[in-house]
Structure formats: structure tokens, C-alpha cells
């Protein structure tokens, strides 16, 4: 789960993978932007067959929390 998060993360903010850990977040991120944090949620949304609720939209700001959030989904089914 961990890689393809990150390639989401890379894929969408135009960053190499390797340049993504898990504290990348738009305070570190140069050109995370409203626009990108949606289509990052979006991009997620697809590549895991999920539906992010608004306020883990909200709080999907960085990798790790991606992780945390799409574990609980996952795990839910």
C-alpha cells in the first residue's frame, strides 16, 4: 500500500518518488496547492476504490495520513 500511495503522491505533484517520505505535506511541498490536494484525494479515491469522507479530505495532508485514513477504509470492507 505504502508504494502506491507514494506513486500517487509523486504522480500528482509532479515529484520524483524518491523525493516523497512520509511527513510531505504543503508546508514542504512547493506547488501543493488546493487544486492538487483535491486531485491528490481524487487520484487516491481511484487507485483504491475508496470515497474520502470531507473531513479526511481535510485531513489528508500527507502520506502517512493517507495511509491511515485508506487503513481504515480497507479494513472496513
Known amino acids: ?27 514542504n511541498t512547493s506547488g501543493w496547492d488546493s487544486l492538487k490536494h483535491l486531485n491528490l484525494v481524487a487520484a487516491l479515491e481511484e487507485e483504491f476504490e475508496v470515497e474520502f469522507t470531507d473531513t479526511e479530505v481535510v485531513d489528508c495532508v500527507s502520506p502517512a495520513m493517507a495511509m491511515e485514513i485508506l487503513q481504515q477504509k480497507i479494513g472496513s470492507r
Open 1 to 27: 500500500m505504502r508504494e502506491q500511495i507514494y506513486r500517487v503522491f509523486s504522480q500528482v505533484l509532479g515529484l520524483d518518488p524518491a523525493a516523497i517520505s512520509s511527513t510531505t505535506g504543503p508546508e
